[in-house]
């Protein structure tokens, strides 16, 4: 066995573990915006359903009063 096989192993262990945080992160992080970008689009799209719901009935959702 070569000097340098124990510190080949212990770097590869390293490596691993480093990948395997940068792995969980960058899905983690994905995972995150596609939720919250999920919930700002229905957060739109509900915003827009009230918008032409009040369109249609003649109200813009305004008071009159000054």
Do not use: N
């Not at 994905?30 to 939720?35: E, K, M, N, P, V």
Request: aromatic content about 10%; glycine content about 10%; overall charge negative.
């Amino acid at each position: 066995m070569s000097p340098l096989a124990p510190l080949c192993m212990e770097l590869g262990l390293v490596f691993g573990f480093l990948g395997l945080v940068v792995a969980s992160y960058i899905g983690t992080t994905l995972a995150l915006r596609g939720y919250f970008d999920a919930v700002s689009f229905e957060a739109v799209q509900r915003r827009e359903a009230r918008e032409r719901r009040e369109s249609e009935s003649g109200t813009d959702g305004s008071s009159a009063e000054d």
